[in-house]
Each structure stands twice: as C-alpha cells, then as structure tokens.
C-alpha cells in the first residue's frame, strides 16, 4: 500500500515536497515514479528513481530542473521534491511502484498506486 501526502496550495514559484510512504510489504527493491493529472487530462509521467535510488533516475521534460524525486530505502518512503512551481502543475499527484527494477514513463508498467495528494498553485 503506498500512501501520498505533502499536497496543498502554494503561490506559483513556491516549493512543496510530496510523500510516498509505503506499508504492508517492502519496495526497497521496486521502481518508483510519480505521476499526475490535472482536471480533463490523461494522467502523465512525471518522474521515476531506481530502487539504489542516486543518479538512477528519469524526468519528463516539463519538470526536469525544477523537480527532483529520491528515496530513502531504510524508511521505506519516496519524495517528490518540487521547485518553482507553475499554476500548469495543479494536478493530483500520485506515486506509483514496479515490481521491475528497470524504468518506464508508462502508467502500464507499474504495478501498485497511492490514492493521490491534490497540489494546488496560484497565480
């Protein structure tokens, strides 16, 4: 089970960190990404870390630079650390586990979803 959390409205250009802490089985070894989706749109990839976590992540073009996700294995938890937020990434963020232990930007490609966390930035 993965629940997010750290969703709430900041002023465009703020900052927010988002969690994902899972429980009920270990994801230490698991791909993890972060999606979202805004209102009337497909959820998109946003990010995906590497269960060693480090260098071993990947980025959608529209947050590279101003978001960073990292894991801390030992509390079993994924972040989403997001910087100079736009009022275009109001969305419902959602982190998201693959039992592989490649990376995929697809939403097929993972296997276990938290319930969501809302962001809300405005202008």
């Known amino acids: 089970q993965l629940q997010a959390s750290g969703g709430g409205l900041v002023q465009a250009g703020g900052s927010l960190r988002l969690s994902c802490a899972a429980s009920?089985?270990?994801?230490?070894?698991?791909?993890m990404g972060w999606f979202r989706q805004a209102p009337g749109k497909e959820r998109e990839f946003l990010a995906t870390?590497?269960?060693?976590?480090?260098?071993?992540?990947y980025y959608a073009d529209s947050v590279k630079g101003r978001f960073t996700i990292s894991r801390d294995n030992a509390k079993n938890t994924v972040y989403l650390q997001m910087n100079s937020l736009k009022p275009e990434d109001t969305a419902v963020y959602y982190c998201?586990?693959?039992?592989?232990?490649?990376?995929?930007?697809?939403?097929?490609?993972?296997?276990?979803w938290g319930q969501g966390t809302l962001v809300t930035v405005s202008s």
């Open positions: 870390i590497k269960w060693s976590g480090g260098a071993s992540t």
């Open positions: 009920g089985r270990t994801f230490s070894s698991y791909a």
């Open positions: 998201a586990a693959r039992k592989e232990r490649g990376l995929t930007i697809l939403l097929g490609g993972y296997d276990y």
